[in-house]
C-alpha cells in the first residue's frame, strides 16, 4: 500500500459536555496540528499517490471552514461534542468529497483510503481511518 501525507494545522474554541471533560467542559482554545494520509496499492500512471499540491490545497480548503471558529455556534456540530475523534472524522468525510468531486485530479479517483490524525499536542492525538 503507498501512501502520500500532507499537514497543516487549525486553531478552534469549543467546549464539552459531560463530567468527563472536567474543566474542557467551560469554553476553551485548541490547537491542532492535522496530517491527512492518502492511500492506494498501486501508482496511478504518473508514479504517484495523489498530486500532493491539490491534496495540500483541499486540506487547507478543509481546514478553512473549521479555523478561528468557535464550533460550539456551528450547525454542523450541534449537540455534538467536537472531541479530537470527531473533528478527524469530519475532516476524513470533507477530504473524502474532495476526492469524489474530483477535487484532487483525476488521478485520485484511484485512491483506497484516507486517514486524518489531529495531534492535540506532542504527546497526544487521535485519527480517523476511511474508505474510499
Do not use: C
Not at 477530504?95 to 483506497?112: F, I, M, N, P, S
Amino acid at each position: 500500500m503507498f501512501s502520500v501525507t500532507v499537514r497543516d494545522h487549525i486553531m478552534v474554541a469549543h467546549s464539552f459536555r459531560g463530567e468527563v471533560f472536567g474543566p474542557a467542559q467551560r469554553l476553551h482554545g485548541a490547537t491542532f496540528v492535522v496530517d491527512a494520509t492518502f492511500r492506494r496499492p498501486e501508482l496511478d500512471d504518473d508514479g504517484i499517490v495523489v498530486d500532493i499540491g491539490l491534496a495540500t490545497e483541499q486540506l487547507k480548503a478543509v481546514l478553512g471552514e473549521l479555523n478561528y471558529r468557535n464550533l460550539d455556534d456551528e450547525s454542523a456540530f450541534a449537540g455534538v461534542n467536537t472531541t479530537t475523534e470527531v473533528l478527524a472524522r469530519t475532516v476524513a468525510d470533507r477530504l473524502a468529497d474532495a476526492v469524489t468531486a474530483g477535487r484532487l485530479g483525476e488521478g485520485a479517483r484511484g485512491l483506497t483510503g484516507i486517514t486524518v490524525t489531529l495531534h492535540e499536542s506532542h504527546i497526544a492525538w487521535a485519527s480517523y481511518e476511511r474508505s474510499l
